[in-house]
């Protein structure tokens, strides 16, 4: 916005005036990203590989769906997040950059690619997403479980880490997902619970918690992340963390909003690197197993680091150590 049509907004009156200065600081703030929110440029062979794997496979990934400012320094690694059930999803979260809409059929060859990628990728910790399909009698749950068990059929000792949708709150899809034995159960809260409605629009607070919690039940490893700087008040964190403590949720993520286009949520405030440390030693402290937290953190960041503590005791869910039941 010109600087002469911010003044004209405000006009001349002292209130007006410092409600504008105000307003301006805000958006120069968010227009000007901090020196910490500088990403690797994407580029080397292994990056290379991986897009050509993408593409050769016809798969999807959440790195470019979601224009993910780590696709540079993950790709690089040789490590992607693929994205199951299509590029296009039934919700319209106000923070996400993915496409809404009616979705392609399903891609029953789907699970072999995956399968294929993650071995010629030679991942040895696959994380898994889909975007959500409301339009499916189980939202999509078949899918999962034959991903999950392509994966782990090519790949033996592979960990495989799936980032689930809500599946509108029905146990029987969940049920499905877990049946087929993945590694760690992951399902984003992303924000606190004043927020859900006009962030995550079709979500709901409980419904997520419900969707940990049953897994929870069932002896998984269950995992979540959130979103700072998108309008949440420092008591509202607390009371979410406190939340997730209860359901003794094992790993939190906790990283940065970034708003991917001028028609999504605006970012709030910069988090610093500091109040991230402090949200770090703060789920530590309320019981939580592992906590990434910083401004690039995202649920697939370093996904594999971040779940050592329970991969390396092998599958917990069967009675090894490291869960907190
Ligand atoms: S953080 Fe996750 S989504 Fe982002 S580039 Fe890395 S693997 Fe992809």
């Known amino acids: 916005m010109h600087f002469g049509w911010v003044l004209f907004l405000v006009g001349t009156n002292p209130r007006s005036l410092m409600h504008g200065c105000e307003f301006f600081a805000k958006l120069l703030q968010v227009i000007q990203k901090p020196p910490w929110l500088r990403a690797k ?3 080397g062979p292994e990056y290379g590989k991986v897009r050509n794997l993408v593409q050769e496979n016809r798969l999807h990934t959440v790195c470019e ?149 049953r897994a929870k039940a069932r002896g998984f490893v269950t995992k979540t992340g959130l979103m700072l700087g998108i309008g949440e008040k420092e008591e509202e964190i607390e009371e979410t963390l406190g939340d997730l403590a209860e359901m003794k949720v094992d790993i939190l993520t906790l990283g940065q909003y970034l708003r991917p286009t001028p028609k999504h949520l605006p970012v709030d405030r910069w988090v610093t690197p500091e109040e991230f440390a402090r949200w770090k030693d703060r789920a530590l402290a309320l019981g939580f197993g592992a906590c990434e937290s910083g401004a690039l953190v995202r649920s697939s960041y370093h996904a594999d680091e971040q779940s050592a503590k329970y991969t390396m005791v092998g599958k917990i869910r069967d009675g090894g150590e490291g869960t907190r039941k």
């Open 65 to 213: 769906s979601a224009h993910c400012p780590n696709l540079g320094e993950c790709w690089s690694r040789g490590t992607a997040t693929v994205m199951i059930l299509g590029e296009i999803c039934t919700r319209s979260c106000r923070f996400c950059v993915i496409a809404t809409g009616k979705p392609n059929a399903v891609d029953w060859g789907e699970p072999a690619r995956v399968a294929d990628a993650v071995r010629i990728m030679g991942l040895k910790h696959t994380v898994i997403t889909s975007v959500a399909r409301d339009d499916l009698p189980d939202g999509g749950a078949e899918i999962w479980a034959r991903t999950i068990r392509a994966v782990r059929h090519v790949n033996p000792n592979n960990h495989i880490e799936v980032l689930i949708p809500d599946f509108k709150g029905r146990e029987e899809s969940l049920n499905i997902v877990l049946d087929a034995n993945p590694d760690i159960l992951n399902h984003n809260m992303e924000t606190v619970r004043r927020l859900q409605k006009p962030v995550r629009v079709q979500a709901w607070y409980d419904r997520s918690r419900e969707v940990l919690q």
């Open 41 to 43: 440029i994407p580029g």
